[in-house]
């Protein structure tokens, strides 16, 4: 029996955080083993919104994947490339556009919020409209069984099903529905000032900066607003200094400052260092994996052409089908 298939892509805006680390990457770790996985970087993604200034991508793009690979993504187990490196997402993206109605891209939460809350881009172009539409495509053509998003994605993944479903409708069961998977632990990892952390935000810790950076970084953090004195006991539960202690550190160190924090028995600037030295202490092997491939030059893009090659048999499979039942084949 063939393995099924795992999918995912991110979008290359800039080193991996913390964020992904919990909300994401660990899923994506363990289902490298058990599954066929295909982890792509969303390069056209990030064209979308940041269409006026695209000098970033291929840094980033090269960022990402040292942090994939850093993280225990296995190159030899994950098929690893680049959504622009199989162009004919593209030409499914077209494929299924025929069958998606306006107002089914209209009503995507994500599109309305972002149009609305991020007013330092210009968002009014056709191709972030399409977002959506794509990333259908991208799931769709490599036919994945399970994708691994952050809770943001469901809609995305919702509607990826709706368009399946129609497509097949009309033109016979070619396409697989997906299935989203959400992480359990930490979906939602706090940011250094309590909201979610993203790196939009400001608030961001980086799995690859120094532990100099995360330290500070960490010092600076909010706790508990309504615990002004170290004489007031504070509530772990709103914290996101504990939040996030919880994640890296030690159960034992992690149940006693909850329980001093309670009482009032321990103050935060003692807390704030715990954490700095065990989230650096949780990082360091990652740390010390990173710099390791990032002395390889073009190490990053020798992974991307394997993938894209790996990927391949797949794709030409697939559109191979879908051409064939649009009747745009050679007939
Ligand atoms: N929309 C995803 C994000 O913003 C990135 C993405 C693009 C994606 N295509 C995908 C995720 C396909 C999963 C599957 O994070």
Same mark, same amino acid.
């Given at each position: 029996m063939s393995k099924k298939r795992v999918l995912t892509g991110y979008r290359p805006t800039g080193r991996l955080t913390l964020g992904h680390w919990f909300g994401n990457l660990m899923n994506m770790l363990a289902l490298q083993d058990d599954y066929e996985a295909y982890y792509f970087v969303a390069d056209w993604h990030a064209?979308?919104?940041?269409? /006026?200034?695209?000098?970033?991508? =291929?840094?980033?793009?090269?960022?990402?994947?040292?942090?994939?690979?850093? /993280?225990?993504?296995?190159?030899?187990?994950? $098929?690893?490339?680049?959504?622009?490196?199989?162009?004919?997402?593209?030409?499914?993206?077209?494929?299924?556009?025929?069958? $998606?109605?306006?107002?089914?891209?209209?009503?995507?939460?994500?599109?309305?919020?972002q149009r609305e809350q991020i007013t330092e881009k210009d968002l009014s172009n056709t191709g972030f409209f399409m977002y959506?539409?794509?990333?259908?495509?991208?799931?769709?053509?490599?036919?994945?069984?399970?994708?691994?998003?952050?809770?943001d994605q469901l809609p995305h993944l919702e509607l990826t099903r709706e368009i399946a479903r129609r497509f097949n409708n009309a033109y016979g069961g070619l396409l697989k529905e997906p299935q989203?998977?959400?992480?359990?632990? #930490?979906?939602?990892?706090? #940011?250094?000032?309590? =909201?979610?952390?993203?790196?939009?935000?400001?608030? /961001?810790?980086?799995?690859?900066?120094?532990?100099?950076?995360?330290?500070?970084?960490v010092m600076g953090m909010m706790t508990d607003p309504a615990r002004k004195l170290k004489t007031d006991p504070g509530d772990p539960d709103i914290c996101p200094l504990h939040q996030i202690h919880k994640l890296v550190g030690d159960a034992a160190d992690v149940a006693e400052f909850d329980r001093c924090c309670r009482s009032a028995e321990c103050?935060?600037?003692?807390?704030?260092?715990?954490?700095?030295?065990?989230?650096?202490?949780?990082?360091?092997?990652?740390?010390?994996? =990173?710099?390791?491939?990032?002395?390889?030059? #073009?190490?990053?893009?020798?992974?991307?052409?394997?993938?894209?090659? =790996?990927?391949?048999?797949?794709?030409?499979?697939?559109?191979?089908?879908?051409?064939?039942?649009?009747?745009?084949?050679?007939?």
């Open positions: 064209l979308t919104s940041d269409w /006026a200034d695209t000098s970033g991508i =291929r840094k980033y793009t090269e960022e990402m994947v040292l942090d994939w690979i850093a /993280a225990g993504i296995d190159p030899a187990k994950a $098929t690893i490339y680049r959504q622009s490196d199989v162009p004919e997402v593209a030409e499914l993206t077209m494929y299924l556009s025929m069958v $998606t109605p306006v107002t089914w891209l209209e009503r995507v939460p994500s599109y309305k919020e959506p539409l794509m990333q259908a495509a991208d799931i769709t053509i490599v036919q994945g069984d399970i994708v691994p998003v952050g809770e989203a998977m959400i992480a359990k632990e #930490g979906a939602r990892v706090p #940011g250094t000032d309590g =909201r979610k952390m993203s790196k939009s935000y400001g608030n /961001a810790i980086f799995l690859s900066e120094t532990e100099e950076e995360t330290t500070k970084k103050g935060c600037v003692m807390h704030k260092r715990k954490l700095a030295e065990d989230l650096n202490g949780y990082l360091r092997a990652f740390r010390e994996r =990173r710099a390791e491939l990032a002395a390889t030059p #073009g190490y990053a893009w020798e992974v991307l052409a394997e993938g894209a090659a =790996r990927v391949r048999p797949a794709v030409d499979e697939l559109m191979g089908n879908v051409r064939r039942a649009m009747h745009v084949d050679a007939g």
